[in-house]
């Protein structure tokens, strides 16, 4: 295919939509179109492509490439050229007077990149004459700081403006070692290295700590100087020092709890002991909160014995408590004693599936949402077999709680709904696409749904719609919290890859994967070799797509 042959389509062409797939039933997720906007055909060397990608942070262009270029940027800076490119950007552009946007967006992808490579050329914007560049070049060198970044700043400290301190000191904090830091933030604490600004320092100090920083800078800094910080700050730092392991502040976090009289303040010093073994404050937990006539320190309770984790020594107690506040009168506190026992008891599971069997009406929606909470697999079929009777958009309330439970022991059942007829459940939602969408809350989904999306046919508009569900429910679950998640990411996306180069895919299907990886891990060298399949293999797509890949490429590359 010449590269004549592709520039002649490309401007009459407006390509594929998922949307206008014939029939009733469930609709299709259609892939995002993109105004024709390409006068020649994408073709450019990998250097050309890093260069195009940098300009892009000047920010003339769409914001959606915008936005890509800088993520997609800091995800390749462990290439050695994207990291010259950028600096070279970054120097030039200090160097021009009037708009600061391109050298402090260049900054922001130095930051999120974390690497330190950027450290010497942060410094030196660091000195910039204007105010904002130099403070995004110091918030940036938290990411990226080397240790001679680190012990400049320390020598520069005290002659620095307030606001400008309160950046070096995260600095110190978060890429400084244990040895380094500590000496210093401990004196800045006892007013050793300057006076004016105090008490905003100080709290600065526990700011950054809370936002995150290293355990043993936090541990090292903090212990034997609680006394230093009264009132709330004093539980704060308490807290601080506790997560970061020191016994000092679970004790005083003890006594601040024993002698604490506001509910909502005990109720947060609770949740504070909760962060780091609580198992270890169980006993005395119980003793001081256990019989609480406010809610707020019932409900911390809950909490707190949710992160003592299954199989302590201590569990049979745990649990014991927890059935207790699943029948509080606060419903808030029962929800979360439900969530927290999470199956661990199963008289309680026999409660909720004896009330489900003839709740109606609001009952039903409160009992429903307890077994969500709950979300043990063992109440599983007793939803099943109320969705099985109900008809209609009735049916939708049982879809919602068997997904957003959260175990896979739902997964037979809403890849029936999902495989299933379509029942309108209004709002422009159907029985299908609901049932994608409430399976994201199960982490185990995905085999299951690659197997959905392998068994539907392309030869129906049912089947197609349905895989369109199923590859956004895919995409949504690759980037969801979990053990797993980089690893998940990686799976769904290297499959997603699969589907974008496979010439005997939908075109639609395709264009949703290139967009779901846009979102994701889509980098230079996708782009490059999708670039050379168009322009090299007559086979690859049809006149349509080539004019949708080509706008694609263009727009975000």
């Avoid at 939509?17 to 055909?41: C, F, I």
């Avoid at 707020?296 to 014995?305: G, I």
């Avoid at 949504?476 to 496979?502: C, S, W």
Wanted: proline share 4%.
């Amino acid at each position: 295919m010449t590269a004549h042959w592709i520039f002649a389509s490309i401007l009459a062409l407006t390509g594929v939509s998922g949307s206008s797939l014939p029939g009733q039933g469930t609709v299709p997720v259609a892939p995002p179109r993109l105004s024709p906007r390409a006068t020649e055909v994408w073709d450019y060397s990998r250097t050309q492509v890093i260069e195009r990608m940098v300009e892009r942070l000047r920010g003339a262009t769409s914001l959606e490439a915008w936005r890509f270029s800088k993520l997609a940027l800091a995800r390749s800076c462990d290439d050695e050229e994207v990291r010259a490119t950028l600096v070279r950007y970054l120097e030039k552009n200090l160097l021009t007077r009037g708009e600061d946007a391109p050298a402090r967006n260049a900054m922001e992808v130095m930051r999120r990149s974390k690497r330190i490579e950027f450290s010497p050329a942060l410094m030196r914007a660091s000195e910039h004459g204007i105010r904002q560049i130099s403070e995004d070049a110091i918030s940036a060198l938290e990411s990226c700081a080397d240790e001679t970044a680190v012990q400049s700043m320390l020598r520069s400290f005290a002659t620095r403006y307030l606001r400008a301190q309160v950046l070096v000191l995260r600095v110190i904090a978060n890429r400084g070692s244990a040895e380094v830091a500590v000496p210093f933030l401990r004196k800045l604490l006892d007013g050793q290295i300057v006076l004016q600004d105090l008490p905003t320092l100080t709290a600065a100090v526990l700011e950054t700590f809370d936002h995150g920083a290293p355990p043993e800078v936090v541990r090292g800094t903090l212990a034997g100087k609680l006394r230093l910080f009264p009132n709330t700050a004093g539980e704060l730092a308490a807290k601080l020092l506790h997560e970061a392991g020191d016994d000092e502040g679970r004790f005083a976090l003890l006594r601040m709890l024993e002698q604490q009289e506001d509910p909502i303040r005990r109720g947060g010093l609770v949740e504070s002991l909760a962060l780091r073994d609580p198992a270890a404050s169980l006993d005395a937990v119980l003793t001081l909160v256990a019989d609480s006539k406010h809610a707020a320190p019932r409900l911390a309770l809950a909490r707190f014995l949710a992160a003592i984790p299954d199989g302590s020594e201590k569990e049979e107690s745990v649990v014991a408590m927890l059935e207790v506040l699943a029948n509080d009168e606060v419903r808030d506190v029962e929800l979360a004693a439900l969530d927290a026992l999470r199956g661990r008891s199963k008289p309680v599971t026999d409660r909720l599936v004896s009330l489900l069997q003839t709740a109606d009406g609001s009952q039903l929606r409160i009992v429903l949402q307890s077994l969500i909470e709950a979300g043990d697999p063992r109440a599983v079929p007793a939803i099943a077999a109320r969705l099985e009777k109900a008809e209609g958009r009735d049916r939708q309330i049982y879809v919602q709680a068997l997904g957003r439970m959260g175990t896979k022991a739902s997964l037979p059942y809403l890849t029936a709904v999902l495989t299933g007829p379509s029942i309108d459940f209004g709002r422009d939602v159907d029985s299908v696409a609901y049932a994608a969408i409430v399976t994201t809350n199960i982490l185990e989904a995905e085999p299951a749904l690659w197997r959905v999306y392998e068994s539907m046919s392309t030869d129906t508009s049912q089947g197609l719609a349905v895989r369109s569900h199923v590859l956004k429910t895919l995409a949504n679950l690759a980037k969801a919290p979990g053990d797993d998640e980089a690893a998940r990411l990686d799976r769904v996306h290297a499959r997603f890859r699969d589907i974008l180069f496979d010439s005997k895919q939908p075109a639609s299907e395709r264009l949703l994967c290139l967009d779901y990886l846009r979102g994701g891990t889509l980098g230079i060298d996708d782009a490059l070799r999708l670039g050379r399949r168009m322009r090299r293999d007559d086979s690859f797509a049809p006149d349509e797509l080539l004019g949708q890949f080509n706008d694609f490429l263009t727009e975000y590359f």
